[in-house]
């Protein structure tokens, strides 16, 4: 399982200049992605976002910060740490945890035709569907990706992102992920939104007020 340490921030010609002298592009794709969670929003409410991207499972949860460390620094406030967990069966297990009363049998219905019969199990519905078309660009420095994404509802943000093994050296992917934004003559001292941020604040607005005040978003 990795860990995805990222930070988010909003793009403009001239970062676009910069990015193509100090790295190179890697690619364009583009991605649907859909969130699902319970009416009661069971999982977003912890922090954890069940996603299908590319007709692939995601599940992100988040990671617990090292209160000791320089993870309190501004520079490391401004990146967000989730695991990422891409194996289904897990991913059912974490999800069967939030929701005890619900048992779902992996077996039978990974097994089945109908290979989505454990979302309604689980009382799973999507509540967010919007496409992406990102490109990628990676930098010298190792293990650095940053991509800017256009979202089809029309936000667009960048990422500077950098992924680590669990229990990995997250001081050396906060400096990475410093030193690029450095690089890319980043000064913002906020956080950025994310594309659910805005999607939920425009779309759910309810939704959206419930992670506001529960500190999720
Ligand atoms: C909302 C959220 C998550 C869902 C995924 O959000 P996002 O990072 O916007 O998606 P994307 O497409 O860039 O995913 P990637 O391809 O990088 O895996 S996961 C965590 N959150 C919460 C969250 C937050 N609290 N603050 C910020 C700045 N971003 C996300």
């Not at 993870?71 to 406030?77: G, I, L, M, Q, V």
């Not at 309810?206 to 999720?216: G, I, N, Q, R």
Request: charged letters at 30%; one cysteine or more; hydrophobic letters at 35%.
């Amino acid at each position: 399982m990795s860990v995805e340490v990222e930070r988010k921030f909003l793009f403009s010609a001239d970062t676009l200049k910069t990015l193509e002298e100090i790295g190179v592009c890697v690619g364009q794709r583009q991605f649907q992605d859909q969130y699902f969670d319970t009416a009661k929003f069971d999982l977003t409410l912890r922090d954890m976002w069940l996603r299908k991207r590319k007709g692939c499972w995601e599940l992100k949860c988040p990671t617990t910060v090292d209160e000791t460390s320089e993870e309190k620094s501004k520079a490391a406030a401004l990146c967000t740490r989730y695991k990422e967990i891409t194996n289904l069966p897990e991913i059912q297990l974490r999800v069967e945890e939030v929701m005890k009363d619900v048992c779902v049998d992996r077996e039978t219905s990974s097994s089945q035709e109908d290979g989505e019969a454990w979302l309604s199990k689980m009382n799973l519905v999507c509540f967010a569907d919007y496409t992406t078309v990102r490109r990628s660009f990676s930098l010298e420095e190792e293990g650095v990706q940053i991509d800017l994404d256009e979202a089809d509802f029309g936000y667009h943000v960048g990422e500077i992102e950098v992924l680590i093994p669990e229990g990995g050296d997250m001081q050396s992917a906060l400096e990475k992920i410093q030193r690029t934004a450095q690089k890319l003559g980043l000064t913002g001292d906020q956080r950025v939104e994310g594309k659910m941020n805005v999607y939920l604040k425009r779309n759910h607005p309810e939704h959206y007020a419930k992670l506001l005040s529960t500190h999720v978003l």
